[in-house]
């Protein structure tokens, strides 16, 4: 058996979403990670998302690479598309679905190792291609499916649990994603619901190449001391940049702002994202003083966590290329192929 599909019972009166979908329509299997795993942790926080936007579990397809944080669609949106695919290669296989669908919701789900070794490049391009997408990688710093070794995430100087120092320079896949014009970017803490549960939420509903590294501690090769991705060591570092709140379009808003202490940005759906500030002079909409302050913060070991930067009037790959509006597989034979005449026609138009 491949996977233990979760009893369907549950309480009679557990609440229901706007769909009429409780919680558990939108759990998946029984997860399979070590007990305390950080990645069962984020799985928990998708599942609370998707079910508090009321999103249709059969509308979202979620796909991932190799390594234990790939193994975690099995373990949420059961109902949803799903695609695990090779190590590494996730974001071209979401790319290529993207194309040929846009009315789907995608969710990429990546490891550190999955993403900023073998797949560092797909990353790289997925993002500056403006796919519309959440890519979330749950950053460990190890290969933890394959036993603990570093990824290209560990800091220079973490120590493994064998006590051997890293000497190699880390990937910030933050930093890297704000330069690649991703326009959404976060990082959070598996540990963190509070702010990792919002901050899934306004990712989902971005229009645009959407990017969340969230640190999620290994607890079985990289939660010692010495280690700088475990909950001990993260909890002590994190830097909260904000507090994020995610208002839909649906809802009446009622919410009063206090001036000075709260920004609010208003989304291309019409929905609002309120941000209580926590370091006053941040502003979430300047790629350029996101960089910096990243680097800032990170030269004096602090990890910066929340919404870093929003572009709140985004455009995607679809926008970009002006594709065409329906899924392909909603094209008829004429539409998909239109023929030698037409085709002659842009040749001789590109001459
Ligand atoms: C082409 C290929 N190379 C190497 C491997 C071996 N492998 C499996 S998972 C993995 C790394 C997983 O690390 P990460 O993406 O950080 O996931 P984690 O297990 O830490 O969540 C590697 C190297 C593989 N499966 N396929
Ligand atoms: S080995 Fe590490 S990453 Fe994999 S399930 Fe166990 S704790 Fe999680
Ligand atoms: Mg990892």
């Known amino acids: ?61 979620k796909l991932s690479g190799i390594g234990c944080s790939s193994k975690t669609p099995t373990y949420f949106l059961g109902a949803a598309h799903g695609f695990n ?13 993207n194309l040929a669908n846009r009315e789907l919701i995608y969710l990429g789900v990546s490891g550190d190792g999955d993403s900023a070794s073998i797949g560092f490049g797909q990353f790289g391009h997925s993002i500056r291609r403006g796919v519309n997408m959440l890519y979330i990688v749950e950053n460990n710093g190890v290969y933890g499916l394959t036993k603990g070794q570093f990824s290209a995430t560990a800091d220079s100087g973490a120590k493994n649990k064998r006590g051997l120092v ?11 994603a704000l330069q690649l014009g991703a326009t959404f970017v976060g990082r959070s803490f598996s540990g963190d619901k509070t702010q ?50 995610v208002i839909t379009g649906r809802e009446q808003i009622t919410a009063e702002y206090e001036p000075g202490s709260m920004e609010v940005v208003r989304t291309h759906d019409g929905g609002l994202l309120k941000l209580r500030k926590l370091a006053d002079d941040y502003d979430v909409t300047d790629r350029v003083a996101a960089m910096n302050f990243l680097q800032h913060h990170r030269s004096r070991g602090e990890i910066v ?19 065409v509006d329906r899924p392909l597989n909603a094209l008829d034979d004429a539409e998909l192929c239109p023929g030698s005449a037409q085709l002659a026609k842009l040749n001789a138009s590109l001459r």
């Open 305 to 323: 966590t929340g919404l870093l930067y929003v572009d709140p009037v985004a455009e995607d790959v679809h926008g970009y290329h002006n594709t």
């Open 196 to 245: 990792l549960v919002p901050l899934i939420k306004a990712a989902l509903l971005h229009k645009g190449a959407a990017f969340i590294d969230c640190l999620s501690p290994c607890v079985a090769f990289n939660n010692h001391a010495g280690s700088t991705k475990s909950f001990d060591y993260v909890r002590e570092h994190n830097e909260a940049v904000n507090f994020l709140d």
């Open 166 to 176: 890293n000497q190699d320079e880390p990937i910030d896949l933050v930093g890297l």
């Open 85 to 97: 695919s090779v190590h590494g290669r996730m974001p071209s296989v979401l790319t290529g679905a």
């Open 1 to 61: 058996m491949t996977f233990l599909p979760k009893p369907k019972l549950h309480h009679p009166e557990l609440a229901e979403n706007e769909l009429g979908l409780t919680r558990r329509d939108y759990e998946g299997a029984i997860s399979t990670l070590c007990a305390g795993c950080g990645h069962d942790s984020i799985s928990a926080a998708i599942v609370r998302a998707c079910y508090e936007l009321s999103l249709p579990p059969h509308r979202i397809a």
